[in-house]
């Protein structure tokens, strides 16, 4: 069975923190499919070191 070549790995990085100055970097690593969502990607996850759920922007 052949790999799908759409299917790519995307590291999610919080935008509050970067913001607010607190130490430490909130990242997470998912995966995306680029033919279906060609644009950054966008998800509210939880940030340990705000201790509440943010928006997560993809970085390259």
Do not use: D, F, W
Request: proline share 5%.
């Amino acid at each position: 069975m052949a790999k799908n070549k759409n299917r790519v790995q995307v590291i999610l990085e919080c935008t509050e923190q970067r913001e607010s100055g607190v130490p430490g970097i909130s990242r997470y690593i998912t995966t995306k499919n680029k033919k279906n969502t060609p644009a950054r990607l966008e998800l509210k996850k939880y940030n340990p070191y705000l201790k509440k759920y943010t928006i997560h922007r993809e970085i390259k």
